[in-house]
């Protein structure tokens, strides 16, 4: 493919936008930009010298190129971009990814970045086993140009396989998950993937998916995801969740990201326990939602964070569609955080704050509430410090372990046995359901630290100390009025502790000793040592 | 017994149907939530009705073996997902529930429970032609009504009754898969469809000639009082009368029997009808069927001895579990550490910060 240039007249099968403007006017420039200038990648080694150069030679004239480049812009605009390997990969997809980056080059430095920027966006397609990216000569008649040549080497074996024990905090708990990934199937990069995730007891998984990196217009990738989820919620809310949904990713860059979600949802109850609100959620449901987060991450590390911030905002609304029937609702989570080294031991103080909010909207929304699966959820072992997924993290309490509950359904008493008899004096009842909040806050601060030995120093395992605090409350839109701060204040739920972390390469863990310091009646918090696992 | 005493201070719980939608003029348009109604009436409970709309499943699994190929893809699929429920009708007393796909249904629970106890103390011989008579308006007439809704009939009266509160493409999947259900359940395929709906409304005309026999001039079914029988026909046949369409094989099959239509109008006015107050009470004699739902405190309930039962035993279970879990753990926490100190710490996080920044930052 053709770059044209202003001068030429020559015909160009495709109208393409030109690059650059200005040629090298300098004889001496026009001879040095005139030499080979290679990038290497992945252990290729094209050293091009002319033929009755030697090796000393040849590093003279390295030297002095080097040395030119250092003293100023070199004048360079890229006249073709030359793409060869792809047979089965469409020139258009591997133009639209390197055009951007050579467009604005007008200079031999520019033209290096530019090369490495675009030999970095076509390996993070994913679909080619080697890159390189070579400077060349322009047209003799053309001086001031280059030509950027592209070899590729297509993923010798489109299909690939993975599995692996993940944490995920959609999966809520550890998952065995397999997939397997047909790459560039009809050469536009797209990567169709089939997976399935089992996770212990809880949560299990099956999707397929494609996703392509550029459609038509649309210059982010795009990417479509099929599921069907089940999730087991007996122990904890005595309900069984199953869902086959369809997502479709419309933007996906460093901080945005916009997705679509139409899910079909049914709420099942084998166990025949569940609380009368969960009774009256049971059943089939459509969601249909837009849900956009915006993520910023500015610290040092994910897995033990000593300086910078983070910020996440997740905002999702249902009940997009015709139909009234579709559930509606508006939901908002913020998450802050922050870590400031104190210059000995190593030491940091991370902190954060997370909240979240939701609300139904539509006919009669005053008094009605959002359906549990939807709602905030406080507890489980996971570490605030790891995952920005706002208000869920709560140290020391169990899974759904925080919030309002509602009693299970009465067991009644064995026929000819006195309610005197029984142990308890009482009908029997086994406990309550978690039910979730409308409205939910969690704060948290945590010291880390280097421990004194030095093979705990030199393996990153280090200590650390910690506080957390959150409220989870359950309010529709009408009692909000009378909505007391000081007494949501009040019912704050709060544990300390501290703890040694072993990091790895994927995951986190850590040993901790939790105190409760406050709960309240309903609440599953335990004093004593936990285990967490945190994925980043 | 705090907690019951306290219960006692406050205001007494409510007895709760929680049922399908009305409709076509009656308090509830399903099938299988009449009879519950009608036996609450009967039974003089003061009761209040409230609405469940997201449960339109009716009880039947769908066997998708005989399907097509891309049918059966989604039957199967739906089944892992949706598997079959029908808990619907279901009646609440405070934190007492009863559910329909419980111990024969929920009108066996409220007897074997003692809380309604039309059922009681009926002679021992007249039992044997009640419990018969029983089965024949559970099976024969109930399929009768199913395959008339289902497969018979026109999509609208089901769509009216289970699904128009639900978004229009679960209701659409639904309807489809309940009626394979009920094709599947009474083994009708296209060749012989024809044979199997004359098999149908064979039992159902059986049916209704026996009852008819049975009830002859009388009140009642059974010794001059409402029983269960007495509730499952009211159900049923009001259902038949006022639900389906006057082409209906089967309401015609039921319009010639004088007086049953006698009993169902003489019921309908005094159970159904919207300005019947259930204070005034039924004109029949109610010594039998105490309808007071009794106190927790002092009441000789009948058991559930499986609940229980599974509760000791997982008493140990639970504790045996605990302490395996516990033992993996500290085996799985030990390699860890182990890694951990020899490996080293992971540097992932900087290399995801030069990932990024080389890649869209603007």
Same mark, same amino acid.
């Given at each position: 493919m053709a770059i044209p240039s202003d001068s030429e007249a020559g015909p160009n099968p495709k109208p393409v936008e030109e690059l650059g403007t200005e040629s090298a006017t300098n004889d001496e420039h026009r001879g040095e930009d005139e030499d080979e200038i290679e990038e290497e990648e992945e252990g290729d080694d094209e050293e091009e010298a002319e033929e009755d150069e030697t090796p000393a030679a040849q590093r003279e004239n390295i030297n002095r190129l080097f040395r030119r480049l250092s003293g100023g812009p070199v004048r360079l605009r890229v006249q073709d971009i030359i793409i060869r390997g792809? &047979? !089965? &990969? !469409?020139d258009a997809l591997i133009e639209a990814e390197v055009l951007d980056a050579f467009?604005? *080059?007008? %200079?031999m430095q520019e033209l290096i970045q530019a090369a490495g920027l675009a030999n970095t966006r076509l390996r993070q397609l994913d679909i080619f086993d080697s890159v390189s990216i070579t400077l060349d000569s322009g047209p003799s008649e053309l001086p001031g140009t280059a030509n950027v040549v592209i070899d590729v080497v297509e993923a010798r074996n489109p299909l690939t396989g993975e599995f692996g024990a993940y944490s995920k905090p959609e999966a809520r708990s550890w998952s065995l998950e397999g997939s397997l990934k047909l790459k560039n199937l009809f050469g536009y990069g797209d990567i169709w993937d089939a997976s399935g995730a089992y996770g212990f007891g809880q949560t299990s998984e099956i999707s397929a998916g494609v996703s392509l990196p550029r459609f038509k217009a649309i210059s982010t990738p795009l990417t479509t995801r099929v599921s069907l989820l089940s999730q087991d919620w007996l122990k904890f809310s005595s309900y069984k969740e199953r869902l086959l949904g369809l997502s479709v990713g419309l933007i996906s860059t460093g901080n945005h990201d916009l997705a679509y979600n139409l899910t079909w949802r049914n709420l099942s109850d084998p166990s025949h326990m569940s609380s009368k609100t969960i009774r009256r959620q049971l059943g089939h449901s459509l969601l249909s939602s837009l849900k956009y987060t915006y993520r910023i991450d500015h610290r040092d590390s994910d897995l033990r964070p000593t300086r910078g911030y983070a910020f996440l905002s997740t905002s999702q609304f249902g009940g997009l569609g015709p139909d009234s029937r579709i559930l509606r609702f508006i939901r908002q989570e913020f998450d802050v955080r922050g870590a400031f080294p104190l210059g000995f031991y190593n030491a940091a103080v991370n902190f954060g704050v997370a909240a979240g909010a939701i609300m139904p909207w539509g006919k009669g929304f005053m008094n009605s509430t959002s359906l549990s699966p939807e709602r905030f959820y406080m507890g489980g072992h996971s570490s605030p410090i790891c995952s920005l997924g706002g208000p869920t993290s709560l140290l020391g =309490? !169990?899974?759904? #372990?925080?919030g309002p509950t509602d009693e299970r359904r009465a067991i009644l008493t064995k026929h000819? /046995? $006195?309610? *005197? &008899?029984?142990p308890s004096g009482r009908i029997a009842s086994p406990g309550g359901d978690a039910i979730g909040g409308n409205l939910a806050v969690t704060t948290f601060a945590d010291l880390s630290f280097d421990l004194p030995l030095k093979l705990f120093r030199e393996s990153g395992v280090h200590g650390h100390m910690f506080l957390n605090t959150g409220n989870l409350v359950d309010l529709t839109l009408a009692e909000f009025k009378n909505f007391s701060f000081r007494g949501f204040l009040e019912t704050f739920r709060s544990s300390a502790g501290f703890g040694i972390i072993f990091p790895t390469r994927f995951f986190r863990m850590e040993i901790n000793y939790c105190y409760i310091l406050k709960q309240l009646q309903h609440d599953h918090g335990k004093t004593g040592i936990q285990f967490s696992f945190s994925t980043p | 017994m705090e907690m019951v005493d306290e219960r006692e201070e406050e205001a007494k719980p409510e007895v709760v149907l929680v049922a399908r939608k009305g409709g076509f003029g009656l308090p509830t348009a399903c099938p299988v939530c009449l009879p519950v109604y009608c036996h609450l009436r009967f039974a003089n409970v003061d009761f209040k009705l409230e609405f469940d709309r997201a449960n339109p499943d009716s009880g039947t699994c769908i066997f998708a073996a005989s399907l097509p190929l891309l049918p059966l893809l989604l039957a199967l699929t739906l089944m892992f997902i949706y598997p079959c %429920? $029908?808990?619907?009708p279901y009646v609440e007393y405070g934190d007492y529930v009863t559910f329909n796909n419980e111990k024969g249904g929920v009108i066996e629970c409220l007897n074997e429970d003692n809380v309604v106890k039309l059922d009681s103390q009926l002679s021992k011989d007249c039992f044997p032609d009640w419990a018969s008579t029983k089965v024949m308006i559970s099976t024969w007439l109930a399929e009768a009504v199913q395959y008339e809704l289902w497969v018979s009939c026109d999509n609208t009266i089901a769509d009216d009754i289970y699904f128009s509160d639900l978004p229009w493409p679960i209701g659409k999947i639904l309807h489809w898969k309940q009626t394979q259900a009920v094709k599947q359940l009474h083994g009708i395929t296209k060749l012989n469809a024809a044979e199997k709906e004359e098999e149908i409304y064979r039992k159902a005309n059986i049916a209704y000639e026996a009852l008819s026999m049975k009830l #002859? %001039?009388?009140? =009642? =079914? =059974? /010794? #001059?009082r409402p029983t269960s029988v007495d509730s499952l026909f009211l159900g049923h046949a009001v259902f038949v009368l006022h639900v389906l369409p006057e082409t209906s094989v089967l309401r015609s099959s039921l319009s010639k029997h004088a007086n049953l239509l006698r009993f169902v109008q003489d019921f309908k006015i005094q159970l159904l009808e919207d300005s019947y107050s259930s204070a005034t009470g039924p004109a029949f004699s109610s010594d039998a069927s105490s309808s007071s739902i009794p106190r927790r405190k002092g009441s000789k309930q009948n058991a559930k001895p499986k609940p229980k039962e599974k509760r000791e035993r997982t008493e140990e279970e639970k504790a045996f579990r605990r302490r395996a879990k516990y033992f993996i753990a500290a085996q799985v926490v030990s390699i860890v550490i182990y890694l951990s100190i020899l490996g080293g710490m992971g540097d992932s996080g900087l290399e995801d910060g030069d990932e990024d920044g080389l890649a869209y930052e603007e």
């Open positions: 792809n &047979t !089965k &990969t !469409k467009r604005s *080059a007008c %200079s =309490f !169990k899974l759904r #372990g925080v000819g /046995e $006195d309610v *005197a &008899t029984t | %429920s $029908d808990h619907i #002859g %001039s009388q009140v =009642f =079914f =059974f /010794e #001059g």
